[in-house]
Protein backbone atom coordinates (compact mmCIF):
# COMPACT_ATOMS: atom_id res chain seq x y z
CA UNK A 1 0.00 0.00 0.00
CA UNK A 2 1.78 3.25 -1.22
CA UNK A 3 1.74 6.20 1.91
CA UNK A 4 -0.88 8.17 2.61
CA UNK A 5 0.04 11.54 0.64
CA UNK A 6 -0.89 14.69 2.65
CA UNK A 7 -2.82 17.18 1.57
CA UNK A 8 -4.08 19.99 1.02
CA UNK A 9 -2.69 23.95 0.14
CA UNK A 10 -5.58 25.73 -0.77
CA UNK A 11 -4.53 29.18 -1.92
CA UNK A 12 -7.27 31.54 -3.25
CA UNK A 13 -6.55 34.16 -5.44
CA UNK A 14 -8.48 36.66 -7.11
CA UNK A 15 -9.05 40.70 -7.81
CA UNK A 16 -11.68 42.99 -7.64
CA UNK A 17 -10.90 45.97 -10.23
CA UNK A 18 -7.43 47.19 -9.20
CA UNK A 19 -7.59 45.94 -5.60
CA UNK A 20 -4.91 43.40 -4.60
CA UNK A 21 -5.76 40.74 -1.64
CA UNK A 22 -3.91 39.48 1.12
CA UNK A 23 -5.13 35.09 1.21
CA UNK A 24 -5.04 33.37 4.11
CA UNK A 25 -4.28 29.73 4.05
CA UNK A 26 -5.43 27.36 6.73
CA UNK A 27 -5.76 24.17 5.24
CA UNK A 28 -2.75 21.19 6.02
CA UNK A 29 -2.06 17.65 6.31
CA UNK A 30 -4.66 16.66 9.03
CA UNK A 31 -6.54 19.99 9.12
CA UNK A 32 -8.59 19.97 6.10
CA UNK A 33 -11.81 19.15 7.37
CA UNK A 34 -14.26 22.10 8.29
CA UNK A 35 -11.71 24.72 8.20
CA UNK A 36 -12.98 28.35 7.27
CA UNK A 37 -11.26 30.01 4.20
CA UNK A 38 -11.08 33.72 3.93
CA UNK A 39 -10.22 36.61 1.27
CA UNK A 40 -9.81 39.97 2.33
CA UNK A 41 -9.10 42.68 0.53
CA UNK A 42 -7.55 46.18 1.56
CA UNK A 43 -10.10 48.07 -1.73
CA UNK A 44 -13.24 46.57 -0.36
CA UNK A 45 -14.92 46.18 3.13
CA UNK A 46 -15.90 43.07 2.30
CA UNK A 47 -13.84 39.65 2.56
CA UNK A 48 -15.15 36.28 0.99
CA UNK A 49 -15.16 33.63 3.83
CA UNK A 50 -16.09 29.73 2.63
CA UNK A 51 -16.03 26.76 5.01
CA UNK A 52 -15.16 23.75 3.31
CA UNK A 53 -15.40 20.10 4.51
CA UNK A 54 -12.52 18.34 3.11
CA UNK A 55 -15.37 16.19 0.65
CA UNK A 56 -14.88 14.28 -1.16
CA UNK A 57 -11.45 12.66 -0.93
CA UNK A 58 -10.88 10.61 -4.01
CA UNK A 59 -7.51 10.07 -4.08
CA UNK A 60 -6.97 6.34 -4.41
CA UNK A 61 -3.75 5.96 -1.42
CA UNK A 62 -5.30 8.21 1.21
CA UNK A 63 -8.75 6.43 0.80
CA UNK A 64 -6.89 2.94 1.15
CA UNK A 65 -4.84 4.19 4.06
CA UNK A 66 -8.08 5.34 5.81
CA UNK A 67 -10.16 2.15 5.05
CA UNK A 68 -7.06 0.52 6.78
CA UNK A 69 -7.26 2.87 9.91
CA UNK A 70 -10.72 1.77 10.26
CA UNK A 71 -10.12 -1.66 9.94
CA UNK A 72 -7.93 -1.30 12.75
CA UNK A 73 -10.16 1.43 15.23
CA UNK A 74 -13.80 -0.05 14.16
CA UNK A 75 -15.56 -3.37 12.91
CA UNK A 76 -15.59 -1.68 9.61
CA UNK A 77 -16.75 0.68 7.25
CA UNK A 78 -19.03 2.44 4.61
CA UNK A 79 -17.28 4.28 1.66
CA UNK A 80 -18.90 7.35 3.23
CA UNK A 81 -17.20 7.18 6.55
CA UNK A 82 -13.92 6.01 4.77
CA UNK A 83 -14.20 9.26 3.22
CA UNK A 84 -14.82 10.88 6.02
CA UNK A 85 -11.90 9.64 8.04
CA UNK A 86 -9.74 10.68 4.83
CA UNK A 87 -11.00 14.14 5.12
CA UNK A 88 -10.69 15.14 9.02
CA UNK A 89 -7.58 13.31 9.34
CA UNK A 90 -7.28 10.39 12.25
CA UNK A 91 -6.78 12.24 15.51
CA UNK A 92 -9.90 14.09 14.61
CA UNK A 93 -11.73 11.56 13.68
CA UNK A 94 -10.71 10.02 17.13
CA UNK A 95 -12.00 12.90 19.00
CA UNK A 96 -14.66 12.56 17.53
CA UNK A 97 -15.47 9.32 18.57
CA UNK A 98 -14.32 9.89 21.95
CA UNK A 99 -17.01 12.99 22.22
CA UNK A 100 -19.84 10.50 21.65
CA UNK A 101 -22.24 8.52 24.08
CA UNK A 102 -22.10 4.65 24.78
CA UNK A 103 -24.57 2.60 23.11
CA UNK A 104 -25.54 0.21 25.50
CA UNK A 105 -26.73 -3.28 24.42
CA UNK A 106 -28.76 -3.62 27.52
CA UNK A 107 -30.59 -0.15 26.28
CA UNK A 108 -31.62 -2.25 23.25
CA UNK A 109 -32.03 -5.66 25.06
CA UNK A 110 -34.83 -4.53 26.97
CA UNK A 111 -36.36 -1.95 24.38
CA UNK A 112 -38.96 -3.88 23.52
CA UNK A 113 -40.77 -5.50 25.88
CA UNK A 114 -40.97 -9.19 26.83
CA UNK A 115 -39.40 -10.33 23.36
CA UNK A 116 -36.32 -9.98 25.24
CA UNK A 117 -36.93 -11.41 28.95
CA UNK A 118 -36.87 -14.45 29.76
CA UNK A 119 -38.89 -16.18 27.20
CA UNK A 120 -39.28 -19.47 28.09
CA UNK A 121 -42.08 -19.72 25.45
CA UNK A 122 -39.33 -19.81 23.10
CA UNK A 123 -37.33 -22.82 24.58
CA UNK A 124 -39.18 -25.52 23.04
CA UNK A 125 -37.28 -23.96 19.11
CA UNK A 126 -33.92 -23.04 20.88
CA UNK A 127 -34.68 -18.88 20.92
CA UNK A 128 -33.01 -18.70 24.27
CA UNK A 129 -32.43 -15.12 25.84
CA UNK A 130 -28.80 -15.19 24.97
CA UNK A 131 -30.19 -15.42 21.30
CA UNK A 132 -31.46 -12.04 22.27
CA UNK A 133 -28.20 -10.59 23.66
CA UNK A 134 -26.64 -11.42 20.05
CA UNK A 135 -29.69 -9.60 18.81
CA UNK A 136 -29.18 -6.24 20.42
CA UNK A 137 -25.12 -6.44 19.77
CA UNK A 138 -25.87 -6.46 16.26
CA UNK A 139 -28.05 -4.04 16.07
CA UNK A 140 -25.92 -1.49 18.25
CA UNK A 141 -22.74 -2.40 16.09
CA UNK A 142 -24.66 -1.77 12.92
CA UNK A 143 -26.75 1.23 13.74
CA UNK A 144 -24.42 3.24 16.61
CA UNK A 145 -22.03 6.17 15.75
CA UNK A 146 -19.97 5.04 18.52
CA UNK A 147 -18.05 2.58 16.05
CA UNK A 148 -14.71 2.99 17.93
CA UNK A 149 -16.21 2.54 21.68
CA UNK A 150 -17.85 -0.58 20.10
CA UNK A 151 -14.80 -2.22 18.90
CA UNK A 152 -12.18 -1.41 21.63
CA UNK A 153 -15.26 -3.05 24.31
CA UNK A 154 -15.01 -5.90 21.46
CA UNK A 155 -11.40 -5.81 22.45
CA UNK A 156 -11.82 -6.01 26.22
CA UNK A 157 -14.15 -8.82 25.76
CA UNK A 158 -11.19 -11.01 24.71
CA UNK A 159 -9.04 -9.72 27.92
CA UNK A 160 -11.56 -9.80 30.26
CA UNK A 161 -13.56 -12.76 29.16
CA UNK A 162 -16.85 -14.60 30.72
CA UNK A 163 -18.48 -17.16 28.54
CA UNK A 164 -22.53 -16.66 27.71
CA UNK A 165 -22.61 -20.26 26.11
CA UNK A 166 -22.52 -21.89 30.31
CA UNK A 167 -26.33 -22.37 31.18
CA UNK A 168 -26.98 -19.25 33.17
CA UNK A 169 -26.10 -17.30 30.77
CA UNK A 170 -28.01 -19.22 27.92
CA UNK A 171 -31.15 -18.55 29.55
CA UNK A 172 -30.37 -14.80 30.91
CA UNK A 173 -29.37 -12.70 28.27
CA UNK A 174 -29.58 -9.50 30.27
CA UNK A 175 -26.27 -10.91 31.95
CA UNK A 176 -24.48 -10.78 29.21
CA UNK A 177 -25.33 -7.03 27.92
CA UNK A 178 -25.05 -6.09 31.62
CA UNK A 179 -21.15 -7.22 31.77
CA UNK A 180 -20.97 -6.58 27.79
CA UNK A 181 -21.99 -2.38 28.92
CA UNK A 182 -20.00 -2.30 31.72
CA UNK A 183 -16.73 -2.70 28.95
CA UNK A 184 -18.11 0.39 26.50
CA UNK A 185 -18.58 2.04 29.84
CA UNK A 186 -15.25 2.20 30.57
CA UNK A 187 -13.81 1.95 26.83
CA UNK A 188 -12.60 5.50 27.24
CA UNK A 189 -12.16 5.52 30.99
CA UNK A 190 -9.20 4.77 33.48
CA UNK A 191 -8.17 1.15 34.05
CA UNK A 192 -8.83 1.04 37.81
CA UNK A 193 -11.63 1.91 37.30
CA UNK A 194 -12.60 -0.64 34.28
CA UNK A 195 -10.71 -3.47 36.78
CA UNK A 196 -13.09 -2.62 39.64
CA UNK A 197 -16.24 -2.57 37.73
CA UNK A 198 -15.33 -6.46 36.20
CA UNK A 199 -14.33 -7.38 39.71
CA UNK A 200 -17.76 -6.29 41.28
CA UNK A 201 -19.30 -7.35 38.30
CA UNK A 202 -22.52 -10.52 39.24
CA UNK A 203 -21.85 -11.67 35.41
CA UNK A 204 -17.97 -12.39 36.29
CA UNK A 205 -18.63 -12.86 40.32
CA UNK A 206 -20.91 -15.87 38.66
CA UNK A 207 -18.14 -16.95 35.63
CA UNK A 208 -15.26 -17.34 38.03
CA UNK A 209 -17.04 -17.94 41.40
CA UNK A 210 -15.95 -15.40 43.34
CA UNK A 211 -20.08 -14.52 43.78
CA UNK A 212 -20.82 -15.50 47.02
CA UNK A 213 -17.14 -16.44 48.71
CA UNK A 214 -17.40 -16.77 52.00
CA UNK A 215 -14.19 -16.02 54.12
CA UNK A 216 -12.40 -19.25 55.74
CA UNK A 217 -13.93 -21.89 57.85
CA UNK A 218 -11.51 -24.77 58.56
CA UNK A 219 -13.85 -26.37 60.91
CA UNK A 220 -16.16 -27.16 58.21
CA UNK A 221 -13.53 -27.08 55.67
CA UNK A 222 -14.57 -23.94 54.55
CA UNK A 223 -12.00 -22.16 52.29
CA UNK A 224 -11.85 -18.58 49.66
CA UNK A 225 -12.18 -19.55 46.44
CA UNK A 226 -9.48 -19.04 44.34
CA UNK A 227 -10.49 -18.76 40.88
CA UNK A 228 -10.49 -14.67 40.52
CA UNK A 229 -7.36 -14.24 42.78
CA UNK A 230 -6.02 -16.70 39.71
CA UNK A 231 -7.10 -14.61 36.99
CA UNK A 232 -6.92 -11.21 37.87
CA UNK A 233 -3.63 -11.29 37.73
CA UNK A 234 -2.81 -13.59 35.74
CA UNK A 235 -5.12 -13.11 32.66
CA UNK A 236 -6.93 -9.05 33.70
CA UNK A 237 -3.42 -7.29 34.70
CA UNK A 238 0.14 -8.33 35.53
CA UNK A 239 0.22 -11.78 33.44
CA UNK A 240 2.60 -14.71 34.10
CA UNK A 241 6.23 -13.49 33.98
CA UNK A 242 7.75 -9.79 34.78
CA UNK A 243 8.25 -7.80 32.28
CA UNK A 244 9.93 -4.79 31.54
CA UNK A 245 8.35 -1.22 30.03
CA UNK A 246 8.93 -2.74 26.51
CA UNK A 247 6.50 -5.84 27.27
CA UNK A 248 9.54 -8.59 27.02
CA UNK A 249 10.32 -10.51 29.63
CA UNK A 250 12.71 -10.15 32.30
CA UNK A 251 15.35 -12.80 33.25
CA UNK A 252 16.88 -13.68 36.30
CA UNK A 253 20.78 -15.08 37.15
CA UNK A 254 19.88 -18.08 35.91
CA UNK A 255 18.58 -16.65 32.70
CA UNK A 256 15.07 -18.10 33.50
CA UNK A 257 12.00 -16.06 33.11
CA UNK A 258 10.81 -14.81 36.55
CA UNK A 259 7.33 -15.51 37.72
CA UNK A 260 4.87 -12.75 39.06
CA UNK A 261 3.19 -14.90 41.55
CA UNK A 262 3.19 -18.24 43.44
CA UNK A 263 0.60 -20.10 44.29
CA UNK A 264 0.76 -18.64 47.95
CA UNK A 265 0.33 -15.43 46.70
CA UNK A 266 -3.07 -16.72 44.84
CA UNK A 267 -4.29 -17.78 48.36
CA UNK A 268 -3.63 -14.24 49.56
CA UNK A 269 -5.41 -12.28 46.87
CA UNK A 270 -8.81 -14.95 47.18
CA UNK A 271 -8.77 -14.10 50.42
CA UNK A 272 -9.87 -10.38 49.19
CA UNK A 273 -12.40 -11.32 47.27
CA UNK A 274 -14.51 -12.78 49.93
CA UNK A 275 -17.77 -11.73 51.10
CA UNK A 276 -18.93 -9.90 47.45
CA UNK A 277 -22.42 -10.69 46.94
CA UNK A 278 -25.97 -9.84 45.76
CA UNK A 279 -26.08 -5.92 45.05
CA UNK A 280 -29.93 -5.75 45.02
CA UNK A 281 -31.47 -3.82 47.87
CA UNK A 282 -32.62 -6.72 49.49
CA UNK A 283 -29.58 -8.58 48.72
CA UNK A 284 -28.36 -11.01 51.06
CA UNK A 285 -24.94 -13.00 50.93
CA UNK A 286 -24.73 -16.41 49.69
CA UNK A 287 -23.84 -18.23 46.51
CA UNK A 288 -25.84 -16.90 43.04
CA UNK A 289 -29.37 -18.74 43.73
CA UNK A 290 -30.47 -19.52 40.17
CA UNK A 291 -34.46 -20.08 41.74
CA UNK A 292 -34.79 -15.85 42.28
CA UNK A 293 -34.75 -12.87 40.22
CA UNK A 294 -31.85 -13.80 37.94
CA UNK A 295 -32.29 -10.40 36.25
CA UNK A 296 -32.31 -8.70 39.28
CA UNK A 297 -28.84 -10.59 41.00
CA UNK A 298 -27.14 -9.70 37.73
CA UNK A 299 -28.04 -5.84 36.98
CA UNK A 300 -26.31 -4.81 40.21
CA UNK A 301 -22.76 -4.71 40.95
CA UNK A 302 -22.03 -6.89 44.03
CA UNK A 303 -21.56 -5.68 47.38
CA UNK A 304 -19.46 -6.11 50.29
CA UNK A 305 -20.92 -8.45 53.23
CA UNK A 306 -18.34 -7.74 56.26
CA UNK A 307 -19.53 -10.52 57.84
CA UNK A 308 -18.47 -12.88 55.31
CA UNK A 309 -15.31 -10.87 54.79
CA UNK A 310 -11.83 -12.14 55.82
CA UNK A 311 -10.25 -9.83 57.89
CA UNK A 312 -6.88 -10.93 58.36
CA UNK A 313 -3.40 -9.19 56.89
CA UNK A 314 -2.98 -10.44 53.74
CA UNK A 315 0.43 -10.27 51.80
CA UNK A 316 0.76 -9.26 48.05
CA UNK A 317 3.18 -8.54 45.72
CA UNK A 318 6.56 -6.79 46.26
CA UNK A 319 6.01 -6.46 49.71
CA UNK A 320 2.64 -4.84 50.34
CA UNK A 321 0.47 -5.27 52.99
CA UNK A 322 -3.46 -5.40 53.77
CA UNK A 323 -3.52 -4.47 57.37
CA UNK A 324 -5.63 -6.65 59.66
CA UNK A 325 -9.05 -5.36 60.68
CA UNK A 326 -9.63 -3.41 57.68
CA UNK A 327 -13.14 -3.35 55.54
CA UNK A 328 -13.92 -5.83 52.74
CA UNK A 329 -13.92 -2.85 50.57
CA UNK A 330 -10.84 -0.96 51.50
CA UNK A 331 -9.70 -4.11 51.04
CA UNK A 332 -10.88 -4.78 47.64
CA UNK A 333 -10.20 -0.80 46.42
CA UNK A 334 -6.33 -1.35 47.56
CA UNK A 335 -5.83 -4.29 45.50
CA UNK A 336 -7.35 -2.76 42.67
CA UNK A 337 -4.85 -0.21 43.22
CA UNK A 338 -2.32 -2.63 44.00
CA UNK A 339 -2.47 -4.52 40.74
CA UNK A 340 -3.57 -1.69 38.22
CA UNK A 341 0.17 0.26 39.11
CA UNK A 342 1.75 -2.90 39.29
CA UNK A 343 5.06 -2.51 36.67
CA UNK A 344 3.70 -5.20 34.62
CA UNK A 345 0.19 -3.84 33.94
CA UNK A 346 1.27 -1.14 31.87
CA UNK A 347 3.23 -3.43 28.93
CA UNK A 348 0.90 -6.36 29.68
CA UNK A 349 -2.76 -4.23 28.73
CA UNK A 350 -0.96 -1.95 26.40
CA UNK A 351 0.69 -5.10 24.34
CA UNK A 352 -2.90 -7.00 24.70
CA UNK A 353 -4.81 -4.13 23.23
CA UNK A 354 -1.93 -4.05 20.34
CA UNK A 355 -2.22 -7.63 19.38
CA UNK A 356 -6.21 -7.01 19.13
CA UNK A 357 -6.31 -4.42 17.06
CA UNK A 358 -3.52 -3.73 14.86
CA UNK A 359 -0.67 -6.21 14.76
CA UNK A 360 0.37 -9.55 16.66
CA UNK A 361 3.84 -8.98 16.90
CA UNK A 362 3.88 -5.52 17.71
CA UNK A 363 7.93 -4.12 18.33
CA UNK A 364 9.23 -4.06 21.60
CA UNK A 365 9.68 -0.56 21.12
CA UNK A 366 5.79 0.09 20.00
CA UNK A 367 4.97 -1.19 22.97
CA UNK A 368 6.82 1.45 25.19
CA UNK A 369 5.69 4.07 23.39
CA UNK A 370 2.15 2.71 24.29
CA UNK A 371 2.41 1.66 27.87
CA UNK A 372 4.24 5.15 28.57
CA UNK A 373 0.99 6.59 27.96
CA UNK A 374 -0.88 4.36 30.24
CA UNK A 375 -2.00 6.24 33.84
CA UNK A 376 -4.52 3.74 35.75
CA UNK A 377 -5.60 6.40 37.49
CA UNK A 378 -6.05 9.49 35.19
CA UNK A 379 -9.56 10.33 34.04
CA UNK A 380 -10.05 9.09 30.28
CA UNK A 381 -6.34 7.73 30.30
CA UNK A 382 -7.75 5.05 27.92
CA UNK A 383 -8.30 7.31 25.16
CA UNK A 384 -4.69 8.19 25.41
CA UNK A 385 -3.73 4.55 25.15
CA UNK A 386 -6.16 4.45 21.93
CA UNK A 387 -4.66 7.01 20.26
CA UNK A 388 -1.04 5.96 21.13
CA UNK A 389 -1.76 2.65 19.42
CA UNK A 390 -3.60 3.38 16.23
CA UNK A 391 -1.44 6.79 15.69
CA UNK A 392 1.99 4.94 16.14
CA UNK A 393 4.40 5.16 13.43
CA UNK A 394 4.28 1.28 13.48
CA UNK A 395 0.74 0.95 12.96
CA UNK A 396 0.46 3.98 10.35
CA UNK A 397 3.13 2.51 8.40
CA UNK A 398 1.84 2.31 4.84
CA UNK A 399 5.11 -0.48 3.58
CA UNK A 400 3.82 -2.93 5.90
CA UNK A 401 1.46 -4.22 2.98
CA UNK A 402 5.10 -5.56 1.94
CA UNK A 403 5.97 -6.85 5.81
CA UNK A 404 4.98 -10.42 6.46
CA UNK A 405 5.84 -10.24 10.07
CA UNK A 406 3.46 -6.93 10.55
CA UNK A 407 -0.74 -7.39 10.73
CA UNK A 408 -3.06 -9.86 12.19
CA UNK A 409 -4.97 -12.74 10.74
CA UNK A 410 -8.94 -11.17 10.81
CA UNK A 411 -10.98 -13.09 13.26
CA UNK A 412 -14.61 -14.72 11.99
CA UNK A 413 -16.15 -12.24 14.31
CA UNK A 414 -14.25 -8.75 12.82
CA UNK A 415 -14.35 -10.67 9.00
CA UNK A 416 -18.43 -10.83 9.30
CA UNK A 417 -18.67 -7.69 10.58
CA UNK A 418 -16.53 -6.25 8.04
CA UNK A 419 -18.90 -6.90 5.34
CA UNK A 420 -22.28 -5.93 7.31
CA UNK A 421 -20.74 -2.68 7.89
CA UNK A 422 -19.65 -2.49 4.65
CA UNK A 423 -23.19 -2.31 3.18
CA UNK A 424 -26.38 -0.64 4.14
CA UNK A 425 -28.65 -3.72 5.54
CA UNK A 426 -32.24 -3.52 5.71
CA UNK A 427 -34.05 -4.06 9.71
CA UNK A 428 -37.26 -5.35 10.53
CA UNK A 429 -40.44 -3.51 11.28
CA UNK A 430 -38.83 -3.23 14.47
CA UNK A 431 -35.80 -1.66 13.41
CA UNK A 432 -33.91 -4.97 14.95
CA UNK A 433 -31.24 -6.50 12.78
CA UNK A 434 -31.73 -10.35 14.03
CA UNK A 435 -28.34 -11.79 14.67
CA UNK A 436 -27.77 -13.40 10.88
CA UNK A 437 -25.18 -15.53 11.92
CA UNK A 438 -26.45 -17.73 14.43
CA UNK A 439 -24.17 -20.74 13.56
CA UNK A 440 -20.96 -18.61 13.44
CA UNK A 441 -19.37 -19.96 16.61
CA UNK A 442 -19.78 -23.81 15.84
CA UNK A 443 -19.10 -23.34 12.26
CA UNK A 444 -16.27 -20.92 12.66
CA UNK A 445 -14.84 -21.05 16.64
CA UNK A 446 -16.04 -17.47 17.21
CA UNK A 447 -18.73 -15.31 18.46
CA UNK A 448 -19.28 -12.39 20.74
CA UNK A 449 -18.63 -13.59 24.64
CA UNK A 450 -18.64 -17.40 23.41
CA UNK A 451 -15.08 -17.92 24.37
CA UNK A 452 -15.00 -21.35 25.61
CA UNK A 453 -12.91 -20.46 28.42
CA UNK A 454 -11.64 -18.01 30.63
CA UNK A 455 -8.46 -17.93 28.68
CA UNK A 456 -10.52 -16.74 25.06
CA UNK A 457 -10.82 -18.14 22.05
CA UNK A 458 -7.24 -18.38 21.17
CA UNK A 459 -4.04 -17.97 23.65
CA UNK A 460 -1.94 -14.67 23.20
CA UNK A 461 0.94 -16.14 22.48
CA UNK A 462 0.18 -18.98 19.94
CA UNK A 463 2.55 -19.75 17.38
CA UNK A 464 1.29 -22.16 14.63
CA UNK A 465 4.12 -24.80 13.38
CA UNK A 466 5.79 -23.26 10.19
CA UNK A 467 7.20 -20.28 9.26
CA UNK A 468 5.74 -18.47 11.73
CA UNK A 469 7.13 -20.07 14.92
CA UNK A 470 10.11 -20.54 12.96
CA UNK A 471 10.89 -16.64 12.95
CA UNK A 472 9.80 -16.68 16.77
CA UNK A 473 6.63 -14.76 15.84
CA UNK A 474 2.87 -15.20 17.37
CA UNK A 475 -0.62 -15.41 15.34
CA UNK A 476 -2.81 -16.00 18.05
CA UNK A 477 -5.82 -15.79 16.02
CA UNK A 478 -4.85 -19.12 13.88
CA UNK A 479 -5.15 -21.20 16.56
CA UNK A 480 -9.24 -21.26 15.77
CA UNK A 481 -7.87 -22.04 12.11
CA UNK A 482 -8.17 -25.61 11.22
CA UNK A 483 -9.62 -27.47 7.84
CA UNK A 484 -13.33 -27.45 9.58
CA UNK A 485 -13.27 -23.87 10.32
CA UNK A 486 -11.97 -22.69 7.36
CA UNK A 487 -14.67 -24.36 5.44
CA UNK A 488 -17.15 -23.36 8.21
CA UNK A 489 -15.81 -19.97 7.87
CA UNK A 490 -16.08 -19.63 3.63
CA UNK A 491 -19.92 -21.16 4.05
CA UNK A 492 -20.74 -18.83 6.53
CA UNK A 493 -19.30 -15.89 4.42
CA UNK A 494 -21.16 -17.66 0.91
CA UNK A 495 -24.44 -17.44 3.13
CA UNK A 496 -23.64 -13.75 3.52
CA UNK A 497 -23.10 -12.76 0.31
CA UNK A 498 -24.04 -15.23 -2.68
CA UNK A 499 -26.85 -16.65 -1.01
CA UNK A 500 -28.52 -14.36 1.38
CA UNK A 501 -30.89 -16.78 2.75
CA UNK A 502 -30.85 -16.25 6.47
CA UNK A 503 -33.84 -17.41 8.10
CA UNK A 504 -33.85 -21.08 6.50
CA UNK A 505 -30.12 -21.37 7.51
CA UNK A 506 -30.83 -20.80 11.31
CA UNK A 507 -29.48 -23.25 13.82
CA UNK A 508 -32.50 -24.04 15.39
CA UNK A 509 -32.71 -26.75 17.48
CA UNK A 510 -35.85 -28.43 19.32
CA UNK A 511 -35.73 -29.48 23.07
CA UNK A 512 -35.59 -33.43 23.67
CA UNK A 513 -34.30 -35.61 25.84
CA UNK A 514 -31.25 -36.86 26.10
CA UNK A 515 -32.45 -40.75 25.27
CA UNK A 516 -34.56 -38.89 22.24
CA UNK A 517 -33.78 -38.24 18.70
CA UNK A 518 -34.08 -34.57 17.57
CA UNK A 519 -36.66 -33.77 15.66
CA UNK A 520 -36.84 -31.37 12.78
CA UNK A 521 -38.42 -28.58 13.60
CA UNK A 522 -41.31 -27.70 12.00
CA UNK A 523 -41.10 -25.16 8.85
CA UNK A 524 -44.61 -23.44 9.60
CA UNK A 525 -43.63 -23.34 13.13
CA UNK A 526 -40.12 -21.67 12.97
CA UNK A 527 -41.26 -18.81 10.43
CA UNK A 528 -44.12 -18.36 12.35
CA UNK A 529 -41.89 -17.61 15.82
CA UNK A 530 -39.54 -15.35 13.59
CA UNK A 531 -42.53 -13.62 11.64
CA UNK A 532 -41.59 -10.45 12.77
CA UNK A 533 -38.20 -11.16 10.94
CA UNK A 534 -37.70 -9.17 7.58
CA UNK A 535 -35.77 -11.25 4.56
CA UNK A 536 -32.42 -9.70 5.34
CA UNK A 537 -31.22 -7.91 2.19
CA UNK A 538 -27.69 -5.78 1.90
CA UNK A 539 -27.77 -2.46 -0.11
CA UNK A 540 -25.70 -2.14 -3.07
CA UNK A 541 -26.93 0.97 -4.44
CA UNK A 542 -23.74 2.90 -3.73
CA UNK A 543 -21.63 0.52 -5.83
CA UNK A 544 -24.61 -0.99 -8.35
CA UNK A 545 -23.06 2.27 -10.88
CA UNK A 546 -20.29 0.25 -11.52
CA UNK A 547 -21.54 -3.34 -12.37
CA UNK A 548 -20.93 -2.95 -16.06
CA UNK A 549 -17.41 -1.64 -15.40
CA UNK A 550 -15.59 -4.58 -13.43
CA UNK A 551 -12.28 -3.10 -12.99
CA UNK A 552 -13.86 0.15 -11.71
CA UNK A 553 -16.02 -2.07 -9.24
CA UNK A 554 -12.96 -4.39 -8.47
CA UNK A 555 -10.95 -1.71 -7.51
CA UNK A 556 -14.10 0.00 -5.53
CA UNK A 557 -14.59 -3.09 -3.51
CA UNK A 558 -10.93 -3.39 -2.47
CA UNK A 559 -10.90 -0.14 -0.90
CA UNK A 560 -14.20 -0.46 1.02
CA UNK A 561 -13.25 -4.36 2.51
CA UNK A 562 -9.94 -5.02 1.31
CA UNK A 563 -7.56 -1.95 2.77
CA UNK A 564 -6.60 -1.46 -1.06
CA UNK A 565 -4.49 -5.10 -0.04
CA UNK A 566 -5.83 -7.42 -3.21
CA UNK A 567 -3.22 -8.31 -5.78
CA UNK A 568 -3.25 -8.50 -9.58
CA UNK A 569 -3.58 -11.84 -9.74
CA UNK A 570 -6.36 -12.16 -6.95
CA UNK A 571 -8.45 -8.90 -8.88
CA UNK A 572 -8.12 -11.02 -12.37
CA UNK A 573 -9.47 -14.28 -10.39
CA UNK A 574 -12.59 -12.18 -9.36
CA UNK A 575 -13.17 -10.90 -12.65
CA UNK A 576 -12.74 -13.98 -14.82
CA UNK A 577 -15.83 -15.13 -12.35
CA UNK A 578 -17.52 -12.63 -12.77
CA UNK A 579 -17.74 -12.74 -16.28
CA UNK A 580 -19.48 -16.15 -15.58
CA UNK A 581 -22.26 -14.68 -14.47
CA UNK A 582 -25.03 -12.94 -16.36
CA UNK A 583 -27.05 -10.67 -13.46
CA UNK A 584 -25.36 -7.62 -12.25
CA UNK A 585 -26.34 -8.61 -8.70
CA UNK A 586 -24.91 -11.91 -9.03
CA UNK A 587 -21.45 -10.72 -10.34
CA UNK A 588 -21.28 -7.72 -7.10
CA UNK A 589 -22.74 -10.74 -4.77
CA UNK A 590 -19.60 -13.37 -6.68
CA UNK A 591 -17.37 -10.13 -6.25
CA UNK A 592 -17.64 -9.33 -2.40
CA UNK A 593 -17.87 -13.27 -1.94
CA UNK A 594 -14.12 -13.77 -3.41
CA UNK A 595 -12.79 -11.02 -1.79
CA UNK A 596 -13.91 -12.05 1.86
CA UNK A 597 -12.31 -15.69 1.11
CA UNK A 598 -8.99 -14.03 -0.78
CA UNK A 599 -5.61 -14.64 1.16
CA UNK A 600 -4.81 -11.03 0.36
CA UNK A 601 -8.21 -9.68 2.72
CA UNK A 602 -7.72 -12.47 5.12
CA UNK A 603 -4.43 -10.62 6.68
CA UNK A 604 -5.17 -7.48 8.29
CA UNK A 605 -1.77 -5.33 7.52
Not at 74 to 91: N, P, S, W
Not at 345 to 374: E, G, H
Not at 435 to 459: I, R
Amino acid sequence: MKCQVLFFCLLIISSVLSGQFRNYDFIGAGHDYEVTVTSSSESIPNSGKKTIDGFPVQNQDQLMDASRFLAQSTFGADMATIRMAAAMGYESWLEEQFSLPATYTTTELLAHGPLYGDLDEFEGNGFHTFHNFNTAWITNNLTSPDLLRQRVAYALSQIMVINNSTDFFHDVGIASSNYYDLLLKNAFGRFDNLLMDVTRSASMGTFLSHYGNPKADPANNIHPDENYAREIMQLFTIGLWELNPDGTRKYDTEGQFIPTYTNADIKEFAQVFTGLSDGGANGEFGPFDESEDRRAMVMEPMKMYDAFHDKSEKQLLNGTVLPAGQSGDEDLSQTIQHLSTHPNTAPFISKSLIKMLTTSNPSPAYVKRVADKFNPNEDGNHKELIKAILLDPEARNCNHSETYTFGKLREPVVRMMNYLRAFPMTANENGDYLYVFECLKSNTGQAPLQAPSVFNFYLPDYSPQGPISQQYKVAPEFQILNSTNVIGLINEVHKLTVNQEYLEDFCIVESFEEDEEPEEPDEEELLESFEMYSDYRMDYSEVSDLINNPDAMIDYLDILLANGLLTDQTKDIIKDAMYQLNEPTDKLRMATYLIMIAPDYAILK
